[in-house]
């Protein structure tokens, strides 16, 4: 089987909470040839997950908002940015016991039914990440404690809305976030399926 990327020479320009690579490589063109060599860098944050939550005894949709410096001083944004919940995956953890424990430290509820919505690279040109996006449902008998983030590096708002709410947030285009975009666009396409209630 013919070698579709040849890397020449990879370096390691950063590594702390995430890494940043250095490439020299060529790949395989659709025409059969090898590219020339060139140079490409790439994040590697790994394996993280996230969920859109539903509490189904309030009839409501949880978001959060907390700091994220990449935002600041963005055309749309100031720093502080409302998305679903989300966070990285611990090795040895599962897609699904990592959204469980970022949703308790986040929100404070524990999910009593999780559903795959997809997997998705979220900027493919320069990072690299896999990212499982979930539907998930609680109640006010999975709620075991006040949630707000760890620490204090963490400090996290906690948001709730209304379906009619959450669609008018999407239509006036004031979701800014991927991953949240993707969970809200799903959950409009299947909200007859998922809400208990209508609004």
């Not at 579709?4 to 590594?15: D, E, P, Q, S």
């Not at 959204?99 to 690299?128: F, N, Q, T, W």
């Not at 499982?132 to 400090?155: H, M, N, P, Q, Y």
């Not at 239509?171 to 959950?187: G, N």
Request: net charge negative; charged share 30%; glycine share 6%.
């Amino acid at each position: 089987m013919t070698e579709k990327v040849k890397i020449f020479k990879k370096n390691i320009l950063y590594n702390d909470l995430f890494k940043l690579e250095k490439f020299s490589l060529s790949f395989l063109k659709f025409n059969g040839k090898y590219s020339k060599p060139i140079s490409r860098v790439r994040w590697v944050v790994g394996k993280a997950c996230a969920a859109i939550v539903y509490d189904s005894s309030s009839d409501e949709i949880i978001l959060i908002n907390q700091f994220r410096l990449p935002t600041m001083n963005s055309e749309h944004d100031s720093g502080w940015l409302t998305e679903i919940v989300a966070g990285l995956c611990d090795k040895n953890e599962s897609e699904e016991e990592s959204i469980e424990r970022e949703m308790l430290e986040e929100i404070g509820y524990k999910p009593e039914r999780l559903i795959k919505i997809c997997d998705v690279h979220m900027a493919p040109g320069s990072v690299k990440e896999n990212l499982s996006i979930f539907f998930a449902e609680v109640s006010d008998k999975t709620r075991l404690s006040e949630g707000g983030g760890v620490g204090e590096e963490e400090d996290i708002k906690i948001l709730r809305f209304k379906f009619e709410e959450i669609n008018n947030l999407f239509l006036d285009k004031k979701i800014l976030d991927a991953k949240t975009f993707i969970a809200i666009q799903w959950l409009i396409m299947n909200k007859d399926k998922f809400l208990k209630k209508t609004n």
